[in-house]
């Protein structure tokens, strides 16, 4: 690491162009070609300068390294959500420099076309890109409203759509199906359609970049929060459908949807609630995960659901992983953090 060279801000100019496009702006303004040379000659592999964002493009973000730099540097290495949160933080005049690693200085490169050009790439560190992203995030909490436009239709291993991901000026979130109306045939429409989306937000995980969003009411959070204080507590739950399937039934514990293995426990006939245990609280998927607890107090029984609950959720868990696995909501599902 060498000197630091200080730019000032530059005004946020968004751009479309192609990576060969922006690659040729790069070197055919209105300085001439040996002065862009010298100018990436002043550079070092590895040196860290700091820099201002002038745009996006396809490839990245284009950067000035000096207040009268002749030319841009590329800034490579970042996703669409982090360059978007880049830009909105520039936007909003929260970040206006930012110190850049230099990864590429060369002055006698060629374009895909075999013209010379003076070549210049830059990178943001890791830590900063994923700083920015936590401050975005951070910036909201459960209960909030968020509008977002719909940028990427989330699916699972089996080609499935699990939801959405949306996107406000200042970050992403993900928006499952069990938390729209209509479920998984409506996140189609909400994709097609390409209109923003009026959501509360359910979680906030800054630290791992993703935002859990509902189209249910600011009740259904408060809700949702009230029962993650609970985990490991009896509460007394709603039965939603006393129709018994594969050994479930559907309830809901404080207004939050969740399915109990009934085992060898028998309802009453027009019994509408039950005893459970909240064994833990999906705060993405709005979803509690509970164990009935027996009227008779049959420590038998208690410990065949809990036998039972266990093996359900080893294997809950390991769907999770696999779903981890191929990227999801934010940087996991594949939309990826926040996303």
Request: glycine share 8%; net charge positive; charged share 20%.
């Amino acid at each position: 690491m060498t000197n630091t060279t200080t730019a000032t801000a530059a005004n946020v100019v968004a751009s479309s162009n192609t990576v060969t496009q922006e690659m040729n702006t790069m070197n055919t303004n209105t300085s001439s070609f040996p002065a862009k040379q010298a100018f990436v000659a002043s550079f070092t592999k590895g040196q860290v300068v700091t820099a201002s964002v002038v745009g996006s493009c396809n490839a990245g973000l284009t950067m000035n390294l000096a207040t009268d730099a002749p030319m841009t540097a590329l800034c490579l290495g970042l996703s669409q959500s982090e360059r978007d949160t880049v830009m909105a933080s520039v936007a909003a005049g929260t970040n206006v420099t930012f110190d850049v690693e230099v990864v590429e200085a060369d002055p006698r490169s060629t374009d895909s076309r075999g013209n010379p050009r003076a070549r210049l790439v830059v990178r943001l560190s890791r830590a900063e890109a994923n700083k920015l992203v936590h401050d975005a995030i951070s910036s909201f909490k459960p209960g909030d409203s968020f509008v977002g436009s719909p940028v990427k239709l989330v699916e699972n291993d089996n080609g499935v759509a699990i939801g959405v991901v949306l996107k406000d000026a200042r970050a992403r979130g993900f928006l499952h199906a069990n938390q729209v109306d209509g479920g998984r045939a409506a996140l189609a429409a909400i994709m097609a359609s390409g209109i923003a989306v009026k959501t509360t937000v359910l979680n906030v995980d800054a630290d791992n970049g993703r935002m859990a969003l509902t189209t249910k009411s600011p009740a259904f959070v408060a809700s949702l929060t009230r029962l993650s204080t609970l985990v490991g507590q009896t509460v007394t739950a709603n039965i939603v459908n006393s129709r018994v399937f594969k050994g479930h039934v559907k309830v809901s514990v404080m207004g939050v949807p969740a399915e109990v293995e009934l085992g060898d426990v028998k309802l009453a006939d027009g019994q509408v609630k039950i005893k459970v245990s909240v064994n833990s609280v999906n705060s993405q998927f709005g979803t509690a995960d509970v164990t009935i607890v027996p009227a008779n107090g049959d420590g038998r029984s208690r410990l065949i659901h809990d036998a039972r609950m266990a093996a359900r959720r080893s294997r809950d868990q390991e769907q999770r992983n696999s779903m981890k696995g191929s990227g999801n909501g934010g940087k996991n599902n594949k939309s990826g953090k926040g996303k």
